[in-house]
């Protein structure tokens, strides 16, 4: 089996920077103790990977953190995140301030995953209407490329 490395952490500013994979090896429980004045800000932009341990461990922080009244706050979630957080209600709960979603431009045929600001796009997205976001080959409009009831079903915790 080819190594998958481990979990990574920094920091900028007052996130932790998480990237790589999560699973048993991660240890998530110990990143609340990493939390500042009940808040723990998490930046999920670069997880490659959650396996069925990291989901199990994932929804135990969650619990711990609601029982030690710590609000966590994700930013940048990765797509591997979303699509836990969209087939496992238990693992959803914490407020999800910004992530990624594919997009695909039709005049050039450009795929990226682009950055969504939930905040500023929450009405948008609870109607499943994502905004559209420039193409960094082209400059067209590039459009959500997945199914908007599937992917943003997370959103509804
Ligand atoms: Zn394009």
Redesign the pocket.
Known sequence: MKSRGRMQIGSKGEALVISGPIDESSRLLELLDRSRDGRLVLDLGGVTFINSLGVRDWIRMQAAAQRAGIAIELHRVAEPVIHQLNMIIATRGARVASFFAPYA?D????EDSLLIDAIAHARALAQLSPPTMP?A????D?AFNDFPERYFSFLSV
């Open positions: 431009c005049r050039c045929g450009r193409c080959e082209c400059g067209a590039m």
